[in-house]
């Protein structure tokens, strides 16, 4: 089973390459990081049973496992600049930093470079 993926991307080029939606403006992207604390949170307490083991070795009785998340950022920077959202972009990072992988998902902030 492949990987769901999200996208942010402060300049919106990504778009158009990716063919696809992704968010472009500091409150989607808080938006989307507040879901994928509560999709963390969620996957926590479905698989906090099987201490030591991340929720893709949970597999049920037709021998499916879960699906990893990946949520890539792109020009992390230029969110950041918006300073009604910045404090919520910050947390919901750094919550899902600190506790996402154990629920397969997988966070790349990536800062601007020029």
Do not use: C, W
């Amino acid at each position: 089973m492949s990987a769901k993926a999200y996208f942010a991307d402060g300049k919106g080029a990504l778009g158009s390459v990716l063919n696809k939606k992704i968010a472009v403006t500091p409150a989607q992207l808080a938006k989307l990081l507040r879901i994928m604390v509560e999709n963390m949170k969620a996957r926590y307490e479905h698989f906090s049973s099987s201490f030591g083991k991340d929720a893709t070795e949970q597999v049920d009785e037709l021998g499916r496992s879960v699906r990893p998340i990946i949520v890539a950022i792109d020009e992390l920077g230029i969110f950041l600049n918006d300073l009604k959202t910045r404090g919520e972009i910050l947390r919901y990072l750094f919550q899902l930093l600190v506790g996402a992988r154990q629920a397969s998902i997988y966070v790349t902030p990536q800062l601007g470079h020029e």
